[in-house]
């Protein structure tokens, strides 16, 4: 059943979990509610397409027969579903009406009395309701279950209608027409909603993939740590939310943070991101040497690249540091970066902060020759991010950026440290702020499926953790595809610092 994807759109290998979950989703009453408007959409187009066996019996003499009964109508009824606590949801439904039309022959004999006719047949039930409990839970892999139980359906009245033929004789075998009918109904009912549960919310969520493979080496695991938390007035999903290394899935050593409540809002769903699932993909990027790359003249903007130079008149390398442009004139730099250990990322006051540590080895280009080593930088660098989110995609900007150095090792003697800071200043502004901003204004899509849309779409950050509060939108007429395509700015990051800095950077 479609609907229930309304349930699991995040749920977009096996260890030892945190105790505290790295993704969290809570769907409330407002969501259930609209659900259960989708459901009512659903459940009336199924029925309304779904085929209806013939019906064939015998009663007091009579041989009968009921053929091609299909469903013309059936009116909305009243609807719910609840929340049961610590169970599930239960979905109640009365007042419907269904009508019918179809087909039927008999044939009668007594003694030597034979009849036999034919005509065509309206049936029309009103009253008609139902309940069914719908049980949700985790397997083995952290994939969530769901399964149905407990269908009961009552039908208030019903009459029939008889065309064609010697009406005198229907009124033997009206009731049985009636209680065949009765029971057919009853029985379609229950099937077309357990089928919509048990076989096809079942299998849907089968397909669901619990992690998700960024770039070729980072695994996002987000299964479910426990069985879904059920209240009177919202649904919980916990989820592990960390990244490994595809190669060798180990935990990280050390353990996300509580995750803190969200504040009074009507939203349908929100979703926390912990900060413990960036500090795993920074974790494992550093444990695996991932976080390096050269930049070299080549890779700034044709106007900018002269600053890696050895020699110029006013504003380059060798200006800053007059020993390298005496020993190497008339040549460039390229720098070696590399992080020196695991990054850090919190998410508080408003804002992601991010420290960073890491070493810049120069070295001298020389022609045709290997380069000429200079010297090794250390660095602390602080990044202050702002976030934001517009048409379902949370977006950053580099807000600050602090960096303090120091001389970790010199082939060239002493170094000015004031020209270094200057230097990296300008290094900072001509390619590390572009550089990052070009990666934050990509976009961190929100998971979403093809029939399901988010809106009205709010981004906090609080203690340790972003908050997506967001309404759903159901679309019925689209195509869902399978997948984890809503998953993107991870790969795309990864990708970048992957392939490093040698597409065109633009300066803001």
Not at 207 to 220: C, H, N, R, S
Request: proline share 5%; charged share 20%.
């Amino acid at each position: 059943m479609p609907v229930i994807t309304l349930f699991f759109i995040l749920l977009a290998v096996t260890g030892t979990y945190s105790s505290n979950p790295g993704f969290k989703t809570r769907i409330t009453s407002r969501a259930i509610d609209y659900a259960n408007g989708v459901a009512v959409d659903v459940l009336t187009k199924k029925l309304m397409e779904m085929p209806i066996p013939d019906i064939h019996g015998k009663e007091s003499g009579v041989e009968y027969s009921v053929i091609g009964v299909k469903i013309k109508s059936f009116n909305k009824p009243s609807s719910k579903i609840n929340i049961v606590p610590k169970t599930g949801l239960g979905w109640q439904l009365s007042n419907a009406g269904i009508s019918l039309h179809g087909d039927f022959k008999y044939k009668y004999k007594k003694g030597w009395i034979k009849i036999s006719d034919h005509g065509s047949i309206d049936a029309g039930a009103e009253g008609v309701g139902f309940s069914i409990a719908i049980t949700i839970g985790q397997d083995t892999t952290g994939r969530p279950l769901i399964g149905s139980n407990h269908c009961s359906v009552a039908i208030g009245s019903m009459n029939l209608k008889f065309h064609g033929g010697a009406s005198w004789i229907y009124n033997l075998f009206k009731d049985t027409f009636i209680k065949a009918l009765k029971k057919l109904v009853v029985g379609k009912l229950c099937e077309v909603v357990s089928n919509a549960i048990n076989n096809d919310a079942e299998k849907s969520l089968k397909k669901l993939k619990v992690t998700a493979l960024l770039d070729k080496d980072f695994l996002l695991d987000y299964r479910l740590t426990a069985p879904p938390n059920f209240t009177s007035t919202y649904l919980e999903t916990m989820h592990k939310g960390e990244i490994f290394w595809n190669q060798q899935i180990k935990e990280a050593p050390f353990s996300a943070a509580p995750l803190p409540p969200v504040p009074r809002s009507e939203k349908m769903i929100h979703l926390w991101v912990s900060d413990f699932l960036f500090n795993t993909a920074m974790f494992v990027a550093q444990k695996y040497n991932f976080l390096k790359f050269n930049l070299t003249a080549n890779d700034l903007p044709a106007s900018q690249r002269s600053v890696l130079d050895t020699s110029c008149v006013i504003m380059c390398v060798g200006a800053m540091i007059p020993k390298i442009r005496q020993k190497y004139p008339h040549t460039s730099v390229d720098l070696e970066m590399a992080s020196s250990k695991k990054p850090h990322i919190d998410v508080q006051n408003g804002q992601l902060l991010i420290r960073f540590f890491g070493d810049i080895k120069m070295n001298a280009l020389m022609k045709n020759q290997n380069p000429a080593y200079l010297l090794t930088l250390s660095s602390a660098m602080n990044m202050t991010v702002n976030m934001s989110i517009e048409n379902e995609q949370i977006f950053g900007h580099l807000q600050d950026l602090k960096i303090d150095i120091g001389v970790k090792d010199s082939a060239i003697g002493n170094v000015n440290k004031q020209a270094l800071q200057f230097l990296l200043d300008s290094a900072i502004s001509i390619f590390v702020k572009p550089h990052i901003n070009s990666l934050l204004k990509k976009g961190f899509p929100l998971p979403m499926t093809d029939d399901i849309k988010f809106r009205n779409t709010e981004l906090l950050l609080l203690s340790d953790a972003l908050v997506v509060s967001t309404d759903v939108v159901y679309n019925a007429t689209a195509t869902p595809t399978n997948g984890t395509d809503g998953i993107k700015i991870f790969p795309n990051i990864f990708q970048e610092i992957r392939r490093g800095p040698s597409y065109k950077i633009q300066t803001l």
